[in-house]
Every structure is written in structure tokens, then in C-alpha cells.
């Protein structure tokens, strides 16, 4: 071994000093010379580092000696030399003995004792046979050393009892606490919890590290009712929970759903600076998605990275599943490259949770990008995932790219379709008007097992209704009356909407299918389809129409006055038209359809049907010319708002739509080229053309 043995810089160097490096005692040191031109200490480093011993074990102090200058011969006092370190050749029997007292040595020996528990049989001989080479001079420290080394819960009790029996401590609360730790690490939350009952029934009181280590344990075996459930004893036992302990508790308590003890907590840990891991902002980042705080989510992960805590997968998870419940696509998307970029591996859950975002958002191209990557990654997909890519599809019109996903589904050998995979399916082709394909994915269905549903059924009545199949709809309707299943309103406002499309031949067909199940709604449209033109523009059908809208849900009264106004639209009837949308305003059904600001008067038309839509014009037009006629100013630009947004299953859009119906109607209303589904004129043009539009209809 090497050891720095330091010297006067008086003291001489000689030729032979290689001689001393590979001795095992020094030379005398009046046999060293030094260079009349060398004034430095003599140091002798070593040369192998892992062979050095402690100080401890050092030379004896050598006596002082005088020595003659080689210059002068002059005798120079020699300074006694302190305790130091010297070398020891490791091959030798005395560096064996040396390692042998060392610490570490020792450290290492006890865990290869502990690694021969983990592996030996658990009954008390077999473990005290193992034991019983430590002698009779075992340390608490050696104790604490082999417990805290293992890894195995059958033994670890019986090597604690062993100690305990050997060994008068202090606080055998240390003894029992290391012990624990065993049964944490293997994940063993009943073996600790047996372990705290032994503990108070010899009548040892437990302290910090016992209920941290319960808790942490708690934690790693995903039981937080555990953890909150053993942190609520600790008062009990007059113990405190220190920082790290209470940051634990803000993820159990967010995950058993007491979110405001969390959160409690979380505002505690800001102003004390409490030191947060990850996973307990994922679990913060989660309280904030469902309770709807979006914009928390996105301050939390800032905060996160302000504090230096490095996002992990699950934190980018709990961001992504939260965009998407908000409908932040371009959120999600961001996130999903600070991912990426920031070196983090996305995992199942977190293409799982982009793939939601996306299709709750209706981004149909980006929802296949992710599918097709979990496939070139190897991931499988589930039941659920698959249901919500055909979702998408059926959503956006991607009828081509929903049936590959449904070959892709059923090759995949993990996961078979469900009813709602065919309902998707039925739905795409109905809205597509392809009759044969929506039948025969419906016998698919019923051949796998699958009997119809309310959703399958309606999507077919809409399949019918595009393709003038009206007997073909009463079909449908009498099946499902027959398979005992309850029409809800989105059903009838199926029903309704293929009334719109109905030669009037069919009406009648139709219409007493409606009164079968829905007298109410039946009533109305028997108003609009064969009563009296004159009785039904009378308080008798805005008492009956306001009945109906009362009864049924908020999400589908849009669709009930859109279907009606339509009906009134394909029949010729505008006074019926105006007179259902202006009860539609005045019961809010429709909000915010026009607008005035003092330098432009728009009409807002992007949430109406085709017939709304041509009604909420025509009154409109007449607003402005009253407006004209009561010497009121018209603004410099006017503006009719259609949306730029085609239908997911046509070529042509409300705007397309409209623009033709401006033509026919010579109004001056022509698209802005920098704003897409805004028709816009000035005030000029819109003041001339209704003056002529009055004078052609005095002349009328």
C-alpha cells in the first residue's frame, strides 16, 4: 500500500530512492540526499489508490537523526517525522490483515451476510447459523447494516428477533424501523402492518420513520386510502408528519378523491417551499383537469419546471388527458413536442391520451397520425381506443380510413368489435346514404351476437331517410318498437329531419310514426303538414310548439326548431317559418344571430339549418327596411356570417348554399376574399337594392 510520507525540504534526495518505493519500511533518513538545487518536500503518492489503508495504521515515528550537507558537511538537525501512511505490498499477509479492520470491508461483508439471509431457509436454526459468524461482538450499527441489505420478508423478522435477543439498544424502534423497510421494498404493505402490531404489542412506541415508511409503502402499492389512513393515526401516537411526509399525502388524498384536503395541503406546500416530486404533480394536474381549472394544469406544469422538478411521462400524461377534456387540441400538441424534446419516452397512455384529445376536438388528421404511430411502434390498441378512431371517422366523414381501422381491428387478434364499433360503422355509411353497406355491417352485427340499439337503429332511419326510402324508415320503426327499445329526443329529431327530406306524399307515413310514440311532437307537425295554414300562424302553434320545446332537452332544441322551420321552408309555409324562429329567440333557442356595432350591422347564420337560415334573411331584410322607412341610419358595412365549414358529408357548405340564394335574390352581398363565410356589402348598395325590393313589391 502507498502512503504520503512528508519530509523537511532540508532533506536530502539520493539515486536510491526507488529503492524506498519498494520497500516495506523506509530508509533510514540520513541515506536520502537532496539536490543542492532542488528546495521541495519529498512526497511519495500512490500508485494505486484502491490499495491505501487508514492512517490509523501507520509506522512508528522514527527517531531524529543528523545528517551532513553534501556541500558543506555542516550537520543539519532533522525534524522528527509525524504519524502518516506508508505502503503495503497487497500481495502480502499483512495487508490482508489491514483490509481486514477496515470499514468498508467490514460494510461489505455484512451485506453478503445479508444477500446469504435473503437466500436461506426462514426458520430461526437456518438464519442463526448464518448469523452466528458476526461472534459475540456484534454492533447495533451491524444490525442496522444486514436488516436495511435485505430483501426478503419471511427472514427479515426472524434475523430481527435474533438481535433483539443479542443486543441491548437504546431504541429498538430502529431495529423494527429498518425492518420495515424490507416489507416496503418488496411492496408487502400487510407484512409492515403486521410488523406496527408487533411493535405495540412488545410495547415499543412507534415514531416518524415508522409511519413514513408505512405511508411510503402505502404509496408504492397504489393503496392511497392506505396512506391517508395511516397518516391520520400518527397524532394519536404524538407524532408530527415532517415536509416530506406531508408532500406525500397531497397525491394520496388527490388520488381518494378529497381533492379539497389536497389542494389544502398543496397551498401549504407553497408557502412553506415544500420539495414536490413529479407524481405528486401529476396527481395536482389531474384534481385540476376534472374540476375543470385547464389553465391551472398548464400554471402547474410551469411551476413544475420553475422549481427545477423534471416533468415525467406521467405529468405529460395528466397535461394531455387534460387538454382534451377542455378541447385544446393545439395544446396537446405542444405538450406532446415538449415531450419529445425534452428527452421524455411517451408510453401507451400517453398516445392514448393525445389520440382522446384529438378526437374530442374532431381533428380526424391528427387522430390517425397517432394511430398509425402506435402501430409502427407495436402498441396495441384497445376496444376503446378503436370505438374512438371510428368515432372520429364517423364525425368527419373519413368513411374510407374507418373501415381499414375496422379490418385493422379485427386482425389484430386482441380485441374483438363491440356494438358500438358496428353502431360507428352503421353510422358512417347511413350518413353516407350507402343503404347496402349500413345492411350489411347490421348483419355483422347481428351475427356476432350483437342485437340493434336505440344509436344503430336511429343512424338507419337517417340511411333510409337520405335514400327516399320511406317505407324502409316505418320498417325500422316498427322493429324497434318490437324489441321493446324507448325512442329518446335525438331519435325524433332523426325522425324529423328525414320528415325535411320526404316527398309530401310520404308525410303522412311519417308523421303517424311520430304520433305513435310522441303524441306531443306528432300534434305539431300535424299542424304544419295538414292543419289549417291560417289556425296554425295563430296562438295555437306557439302554445303548442312552446310546450314541445319545454319538455324535451336543452342539446336538442336547436335540431327540433331547425327540422321545423325547415318543414315549414320545403312547404311553402314563411309565415310558419318566421313564427317558429321568433319564438326560437324569444325562448333563447337561438342566441346572438344578430349583431350592431356602430360601423357594421352583421347576421350570424353558422349554427342554422338551410331553412333557418333563408328565414332568419328574410327577416333580417325586413329589419333593415323598416330601419330605412323610420329614417334610421343604416352602418357603412353589412355582413351576413355563414361559417366556412362544409358539411362532413357534402361537397358544399351553408355557404355555398347562400351564395347562390344571394344571386337569385340580386342582392349585393358578395364574399370577402380575407374573410372566409363572410358576406359583405355597403351601405349604398344595401340601401338601393332595398328600395327596389320595396317598389317591386308595392307594384305586386
Known sequence: MAYNLSASPSTSLSHETHLFCNSLSPPNLHQLRTHKNLFFPLKIHPSNPNLSVSSRVSLQELPAANTVSQNSGTPIEEKPISKSTAWVNPKSPRASKLRQKSHDYRHASLVKLAESLDSCTPVEEDVSSVLNILGDGVLEQDAVIVLNGMSNTETAPLVLDYFRKRLKVKREVVLYNVTMKVFRKCKDLTGAENLFGKMLEKGIKPDNVTFSTLISCARQCS???????????????????????????VDAYGRVGNVELALSLYDRARSEKWRLDAVTFSTLIRIYGSLGNFDGCLNLYEEMKALGVRPNASVY??????????????????????????GVEPTWGTYAALLRAYARARYGEDALAVYKEMKEKKLELSVVLYNTLLSTCADVGLADEAVEIFEDMKSSGTCMPDSWTFASLI???????????????????????????????????????????????????????????????RFFGCLLNVITQAPIEDLGKLTSCIERANPKLGYVVQLLVNGDEKKAEGEILKKEAGELFGSISVDVKKAYCNCL????????????????????????????????????????????????????LHIWMNDLSRAIENGEELPSLLGINTGHGKHKFSEKGLAGVFEDHLKELNAPFHEAPDKIGWFLTTKVAATSWLESRRLTDVAA
Open 223 to 249: 393503496l392511497p386510502e392506505k396512506a391517508v389512513e395511516w397518516f391520520e393515526k400518527m397524532p394519536s401516537f404524538g407524532c408530527e408528519a415532517d415536509k416530506v411526509t406531508c408532500s406525500v399525502m
Open 317 to 342: 400524461n395528466s397535461l394531455l388527458d387534460g387538454m382534451g377534456r377542455a378541447k385544446r387540441p393545439w395544446q396537446a400538441k405542444n405538450i406532446y413536442r415538449d415531450m419529445v424534446k425534452n
Open 427 to 489: 353510422t358512417i355509411y347511413s350518413c353516407s346514404g350507402k343503404v347496402e353497406e349500413a345492411e350489411a355491417m347490421l348483419d355483422e352485427m347481428v351475427g356476432s351476437g350483437f342485437e340493434p340499439n336505440l344509436f344503430v337503429l336511429t343512424s338507419l332511419i337517417q340511411c333510409y331517410g337520405k335514400s327516399g326510402r320511406t317505407d324502409d324508415v316505418v320498417r325500422t320503426f316498427d322493429r324497434m318498437l318490437e324489441l321493446n327499445i324507448v325512442p329518446d329526443d
Open 565 to 616: 322551420i325547415d318543414l315549414c321552408v320545403n312547404l311553402n309555409q314563411l309565415g310558419r317559418a318566421c313564427e317558429l324562429l321568433e319564438l326560437g329567440l324569444v325562448l333563447e333557442i337561438y342566441t346572438d344571430i344578430m349583431s350592431k356595432t356602430p360601423t357594421q350591422w352583421s347576421l350570424h347564420l353558422k349554427s342554422l339549418s338551410l331553412g333557418a337560415a333563408l328565414t332568419a
